[in-house]
């Protein structure tokens, strides 16, 4: 076993840059940076944000902080966390352009709605560049789906 890794019955924790995964798959580390990036190491929903060096706790999540009106930030207890656009339910990938940066508190009233049910959820208007995203994801699933159906079918 990896001194960086440890293994608890249905998580793999990875305590090096990595995040924890439920489906004891971690997130390459390097997608991670990535995707906190070009988030601007914020939640794309509420906007709670970290910095680029990314405080985390005892688990190693990024701890999500908000601005007071000084300017300061303050932390939350809220963690920032990463969340799939199409849940992982419907065999999605860990692959950068399916992920996206929320907070604990966002990405659990999202839940595992597929991207066009969670848009019409929400009360903020996301990014037009996030929005892209969203969209270009659900895409890019749907095209891989059907290619693996047709692909059983033969």
């Not at 440890?6 to 390459?28: Q, V």
């Not at 007071?68 to 930030?73: M, Q, W, Y």
């Not at 999605?92 to 940066?101: E, H």
């Amino acid at each position: 076993m990896n001194a960086e890794s440890f293994a608890i019955p249905e998580y793999e924790i990875d305590l090096a840059p990595g995040i924890w995964s439920p489906t004891k798959r971690c997130i390459n580390p390097d997608t991670v940076k990535r995707v906190f990036k070009e988030c601007n190491y914020s939640c794309v929903v509420c906007g709670l944000c970290t910095t680029p060096e990314m405080p985390r706790d005892a688990h190693g999540r990024p701890i999500a902080f908000k601005r007071n009106e000084a300017g300061a930030l303050e932390p939350t207890g809220r963690r920032l966390t990463i969340d799939h656009i199409v849940p992982k339910r419907l065999r999605s990938t860990n692959r950068y352009p399916n992920l996206l940066v929320m907070c604990c508190f966002c990405n659990n009233k999202k839940a595992d709605m597929l991207p066009r049910v969670w848009l019409k959820t929400l009360r903020v208007e996301l990014q037009v560049s996030l929005l892209d995203k969203v969209i270009e994801a659900e895409m890019y699933h749907v095209l891989v789906s059907e290619r693996d159906n047709a692909f059983h079918n033969l």
